[in-house]
């Protein structure tokens, strides 16, 4: 901080500014003056400044634009529009819905993937995956997504615990309808684990917008109404 000969500090070019603006606004616009005064003084009190402002109204309209769907909402969405069929209330979970291990599978076995009977199999006497084992399972669950409603699948805590390990395609794109094939492993060493029809598995999460998607997933396994393998489409990008 410098200070002139007299022992004052010598204003800064800003602060000479602000001062000659503010000396001519309150001769020539004095309701002007007051206000641009009283404006100043409340941004010191309170912390604030016009870039701070601009940056959370942006900050508000982008959240504002996507919702994380609670239990309320995800009821009423399931109620009125169908959203997961059947429904259970018992699977609503206070930010996302449970969905369950339906009854067909793929196990891939040394000649490819083949269907196993997974009916005859339930809690007292389960299919048991032996390690390393990968297979393709599908929910018990119907989803009909809203075309502005996303959802995001994640394993559930306790299948996690016991080594079952599920693959990162966990996004289910608006507009989406079908059962969802869920791709499965069995990530431990040395044990099995014990797998039956209706086991909880995974829960969706969802986020609605505040508008429809132009395009809704209208894509390749949309429609599934059980486990489905790869099947051919675009996948290369033709510029």
Request: proline share 5%; charged share 20%.
């Amino acid at each position: 901080m410098s200070y002139n000969q007299s022992g004052t500090r010598s204003l800064r070019c800003t602060e000479m500014n602000s001062y000659v603006v503010l000396t001519t606004l309150r001769i020539r616009c004095p309701w002007a003056y007051w206000f641009g005064w009283l404006k100043t003084l409340r941004n010191s009190l309170l912390g604030t400044n016009p870039r701070k402002n601009y940056a959370a109204t942006i900050a508000g309209k982008n959240h504002g634009g996507t919702d994380a769907l609670i239990d309320r909402r995800i009821r009423e969405l399931c109620k009125t529009q169908q959203m997961i069929e059947p429904f259970s209330e018992q699977a609503v979970q206070p930010c996302s819905y449970d969905v369950h291990l339906g009854e067909n599978l793929l196990i891939e076995g040394p000649e490819g993937f083949h269907r196993v009977d997974f009916l005859q199999y339930n809690e007292v006497h389960p299919l048991w995956i032996t390690p390393g084992t990968f297979l393709l399972g599908e929910t018990v669950e119907y989803v009909r997504l809203p075309d502005n409603v996303e959802a995001h699948l994640h394993l559930v805590s306790s299948r996690a615990r016991e080594g079952i390990q599920h693959a990162v395609s966990g996004l289910v794109d608006a507009g989406w309808n079908g059962k969802l094939t869920l791709e499965l492993k069995n990530n431990l060493k040395y044990g099995g684990i014990p797998i039956y029809p209706n086991l909880r598995i995974a829960q969706l999460t969802f986020f609605e917008y505040a508008e429809n998607a132009d395009q809704p997933y209208r894509g390749r396994y949309f429609g599934d109404r059980q486990v489905s393998l790869v099947k051919d489409g675009q996948d290369v990008l033709h510029l």
